[in-house]
């Protein structure tokens, strides 16, 4: 058994969350920084290639020194140890760490004098080196972590394949701005809140583009998904068909047109209930006026009412939802839907977390990504 750090990205409390679905044990770090002790590194791998919200997994190789003299002798040693036959390049993350008096400078200085060994590092910011640095240059990263068990060495063992993710999101036949706001990373992290590791049948009754769909299929789960927009359904069955094709998926995948109020009366859905919903439903206009706000929440609010009490008749008891709700924050007066809460109570939904917000930069609607539980 080793342990394992899985570095977050942009949202770590999401990327938290969804690393506590997926296996047991997860311990905090630091904010952005998880720790999770693990059997092999085969284990380890497939459970970071699992994650939509972890950027960079690492493998704990041991304790650093007392001293940072004694430290940089050890790194050197690790270093020239797993040099391999070309040239050393290195790259070096400090995380959770601020007093550590150890540079990129100082090892190579150290490689020199203990070995012997001419090196070059690549210049890094905190975390360490990016994703497309590991990924496409021949690079050995560690890193120095600080712990509750004192200060740790560790190796990167994988780093997120932002080609795969690009080449997902850019290469589909069908996208539509106004259907397809979902970050797919975003997605993928919801499923898994909503999942867990093991297969279920997600649904998206907002499926747009099918950026749900397209992930829930990627981690092997079935999925059905709806949408009340006919040019937008189309799309998602040409979305779903290229990335089936492009991933040799197998996993079943129905899409039909339907207002999400009406769900319910899909004899299909009646009769065979989804494991799990994973949706963000139409937000509201993406710049609204301040005048503007006070009816459109209002009009919101009825929507997401109809689609939940939809949803009870076609979610399994304990089943999940994972869903985004849209906030705004006007100069004198936050707009959300918070008075929905205690009506979806009233029809058995509670909430198992506290609402997790993930914003783009500039943007005037924010997400409030909530989780409910159904108790029929």
Known sequence: MSNYY??????PSLSFLELQSLTEGVTEVTPNLAKVNLGSDELAKDLFNKTGGTVKLIKEVGPLAETDED???????YLNEHKGNSKLTFGLGLLGLDNLEISETKI??????????????????????????LLHQNVIEISAIGTLEGNMLGHTLAVQDIDDWTNR??????????????????????????????????YDPFCGTGTVLSEALMLGHDVVGSDLDGHATAGAEKNIAWIKKEYDLSGESKIFYSDASQVHKMSDLRNKPVDAIVTEPFLGKPKPELRQLENIYKG????????FKAFKVILKNDGKIVIVFPMVEAPRKTYDLSKLIDKLALLGYTTTSEPIVYARKGATVQRQIFVFTLNK
């Not at 430290?71 to 040693?77: E, N, Y």
């Not at 020199?112 to 090196?119: A, I, R, V």
């Not at 590092?121 to 990016?130: A, D, N, P, R, Y």
């Open 71 to 77: 430290s940089l002798a050890l790194i050197a040693a």
């Open 6 to 11: 899985f570095l977050f990205g942009n949202t």
């Open 300 to 307: 919101l609010e009825k929507m997401y009412l109809g689609a």
């Open 108 to 133: 190579k200085k150290q490689l020199k004098k203990d070995h012997d060994l001419s090196s070059r590092f690549i210049e890094h910011v905190k975390t360490g080196l990016s994703a497309s640095v």
């Open 169 to 202: 999101d850019r290469r589909k036949p069908y996208a539509d701005r106004k259907k397809g706001m979902l970050p797919p990373k975003v997605a993928r992290m919801m499923i898994n809140i909503a999942a867990g590791s093991d297969k279920k049948t997600i």
